[in-house]
């Protein structure tokens, strides 16, 4: 496991310097959005699982927005193929590892956030280690992977250890975005898309996936993972900053093939072997 830049501790997440008031001033005068709300996106910590074709857009979206720490785990490396939608990268960053690429331009782009990448894969042995959890929950985990495979790995971390996973999906010119929040017993990924290996899902026309589609196989075009990583992040940015969830019960499924954009309601499974109590 390789890491780089560790979180900075000198960091004072009670005020805003004069650096962060002028580069966060028109978001500061949104209405709605105040102080209070910077600061409190500022004292966040979001671990994204996934650097690619959503986990660019989101976390460069949330770092130029004042994030305060992002963590990003993938143990992928560049390819050519992926400069088409994965836009932290560059031709010459072609062979090198994703997390610590896109931790090191995040960086870049605001020095005044902290971030870091580490080269490995989730799973439920090392999500403990890899999540910092001695040294507390991270504020949001974002699934920003590929496969429906690892999302159910990822909800069962988060149901686990009571953290709000924020999930994206995009393929072709279709995505999906849902924000669950295990410690309110609303619901979980699992209760919606079901087993990935029984194709079981609910009797929707949502696409469960479970065929593992996956935008190497399958195609994806450019603005949909850029769309639906930045829906990501609006929905990260109003959770960490205003403490609200734009998605309760709520399931987004984005069309890009019509511009259609609609929400599908969900409720838990009482039944739900993952979160059910």
């Known amino acids: 496991m390789t890491q780089l830049i560790d979180t900075d501790a000198s960091i004072d997440h009670q005020t805003l310097t004069d650096a962060e008031l002028l580069r966060y001033a028109r978001q500061v005068l949104l209405e709605g959005w105040d102080i209070d709300a910077q600061l409190r996106l500022k004292s966040s910590r979001v671990v994204m699982i996934g650097a690619g074709g959503l986990g660019c857009p989101a976390s460069e979206t949330l770092v130029r927005a004042g994030l305060g720490q ?84 990822i909800n069962r971390i988060s149901v686990r250890f009571q953290i709000p996973l924020l999930t994206a999906s995009a393929i072709g010119m279709q995505g999906q975005l849902a924000l669950f929040e295990p410690q309110l017993h609303t619901g979980c990924y699992h209760c919606v898309f079901g087993d990935p290996s029984a194709n079981n899902g609910p009797d929707t026309d949502i696409n469960t996936e479970a065929d593992e589609r996956t935008c190497a196989n399958s195609g994806v075009l450019a603005s949909t993972t850029g769309i639906m990583g930045n829906l990501q992040a609006n929905a990260a940015l109003q959770y960490l900053g205003l403490t609200k969830n734009p998605l309760t019960t709520k399931l987004l499924l984005w069309d890009g093939s019509r511009m259609q954009q609609r929400l599908m309601g969900y409720r838990q499974d009482k039944n739900c072997p993952v979160c059910a109590v």
Do not use: W
Request: aromatic share 4%; net charge negative.
């Open 70 to 153: 992002v963590h990003l785990i993938d143990d992928d490396e560049i390819e050519a193929s992926n400069l088409q939608r994965q836009t932290l990268f560059l031709p010459e960053d072609i062979g090198q590892s994703k997390a610590l690429t896109a931790a090191e331009m995040l960086e870049r782009i605001n020095p005044l956030i902290t971030a870091r990448g580490t080269v490995a894969r989730l799973s439920a042995d090392n999500a403990y280690e890899l999540l910092d959890m001695a040294t507390g929950k991270p504020s949001l985990l974002l699934d920003c992977t590929d496969n429906f495979a690892t999302r159910d790995i």
